[in-house]
């Protein structure tokens, strides 16, 4: 049981290059996340997923895109990188068990440099 | 505007003794609260929870109390160890209008350093 997987673990890109980051989970979780983390700034949500051939609009979704073709994968795609995408990308995945148990379960993280 | 707020972005404390972790939000309709601890390099794990039903929930060294009327929760670590010394996140989430609360909230983070 790998948990929730992310590929690739580092990236440089340079300005308007393009390429995805993928996020695997094997917990047959409905709901899926991505998410960035820059300094001072905690973790603010890109775009999320409620469940196979949906996904939504969070925080900070410009630049950024997204598909979920199977559900235990959701695709984050960056189309013309730019040096303010430069971050640490997070994945992570949830179950609504009920009300008052919602984890989130995240991966090990992207770091990622567009020079 | 913030919805969650960690005033202090950083803690140190001895080993052997308490550690605070401060929150607040704005947004009364969050009624579902959760820590979340990360090692450099590594993703957020979750470490505990609280709903708005409860004002402490414990678990074994960690301990969050939740204040409704101040908007405030804590995290409390008792004793602290060195391992412990990470980045700790509070986060929320309201049960919206579709049912459900899948979305979370994060504040900025505490860096919490244990000295030995």
């Known amino acids: 049981n790998a948990g929730v997987t992310q590929t690739p673990k580092f990236r440089v890109l340079k300005t308007g290059q393009s390429m995805t980051l993928l996020c695997a989970q094997d917990?047959?979780?409905?709901?899926m996340y991505w998410y960035r983390q820059d300094p001072g700034m905690g973790l603010r949500l890109i775009h999320y997923?409620?469940?196979?051939?949906?996904?939504a609009k969070g925080e900070v979704p410009d630049g950024y895109n997204v598909s979920r073709l199977k559900k235990q994968n959701f695709l984050l795609g960056l189309e013309s990188a730019a040096p303010s995408q430069t971050s640490v990308y997070f994945c992570a995945s949830s179950h609504l068990r009920d009300r008052w148990h919602n984890e989130q379960f995240f991966g090990p993280g992207t770091r990622l440099t567009v020079l | 505007d913030q919805q969650v707020k960690q005033n202090s972005p950083s803690l140190s404390v001895q080993e052997g003794r308490i550690s605070i972790l401060n929150c607040d939000y704005t947004?009364?309709?969050?009624?579902?609260f959760l820590w979340y601890k990360k090692y450099p390099a590594e993703g957020p794990t979750f470490l505990i929870s609280?709903?708005?039903?409860?004002d402490k929930n414990e678990d074994g060294r960690f301990t969050v109390f939740l204040n409704k009327s101040a908007k405030h929760l804590s995290l409390h670590i008792v004793p602290s160890q060195p391992g412990d010394s990470a980045v700790y996140f509070c986060a929320a989430s309201g049960w919206n209008s579709g049912g459900s609360n899948y979305k979370l909230t994060f504040g900025k983070g505490t860096l919490l350093t244990v000295n030995p």
């Open positions: 997923s409620v469940g196979e051939g949906t996904t």
């Open positions: 947004n009364s309709m969050f009624d579902y």
């Open positions: 917990m047959n979780h409905e709901y």
């Open positions: 609280i709903s708005s039903i409860k």
